[in-house]
């Protein structure tokens, strides 16, 4: 998050019609060098250009003050992720290719998803510890998703292609909620063990490169 602050007075200085252009611009870029050619900096989407690109999305979406209904924000969401689904299964189906390419972040279709999800969570005001704790299990999903589980998922799901399209999509719903399920699971293990080591890390440091703040 090193690049917060930049991006942060970037949305502070510029007007609305500057902010869509730079916000349309690095959209192209993303998924352009990334979904379409395959750029190894930025292939899948897991990079520093790609976070700074939903960042800036969200801060434009604030700065426009952009509102949509929750209901039709869900309808939105959910219809992206079945057609992408539909066409994971026929891209698995017809070229037997990773069908993982169409869930990269870099994919137009997950960036809407993510737009929704934004304009879903906008209009929710609440302080909530259960949303907090859920929400502090994305270190977990993408290590069991992109390191652990990954090739058993996509075997498993290649096993049901013959069986046509919505038995694919109800197992893909199953691994969906697994990998959240384990996911909190393994973050109530981790979060204690990692303040303990936190805390001594800390412990050790000169203290006055701990009371320094940026």
């Known amino acids: 998050m090193f690049f917060a602050p930049i991006c942060n007075s970037c949305l502070r200085n510029v007007d609305l019609k500057q902010m869509r252009v730079i916000v349309g611009l690095i959209v192209i870029l993303n ?33 426009a003050d952009i509102n949509i209904k929750n209901n039709k924000c869900l309808i939105c969401y959910v219809t992206f992720a079945v057609v992408n689904a539909f066409l994971c299964y026929v891209y698995v189906k017809y070229t037997h290719g990773n069908g993982m390419y169409l869930y990269n972040y870099n994919n137009p279709i997950v960036i809407a998803q993510s737009v929704f999800v934004f304009l879903f969570f906008k209009n929710i005001h609440l302080e909530s510890k259960i949303v907090n704790r859920v929400a502090m299990t994305v270190v977990a999903v993408l290590l069991i998703q992109d390191v652990v589980l990954r090739d058993l998922m996509i075997e498993s799901l290649k096993s049901y292609l013959h069986e046509g399209y919505l038995k694919f999509l109800q197992y893909s719903a199953f691994w969906f909620i697994f990998f959240f399920t384990a996911a909190y699971l393994i973050e109530q293990l981790r979060i204690p063990i990692a303040n303990k080591m936190i805390d001594k890390i800390v412990g050790l440091l000169p203290k006055d490169l701990v009371s320094f703040k940026l």
């Open 31 to 63: 998924v352009f060098s990334g979904f379409v050619l395959g750029y190894n900096a930025n292939s899948n989407g897991y990079s520093v250009i790609h976070l700074i690109m939903i960042y800036l999305i969200g801060g434009y979406i604030r700065k």
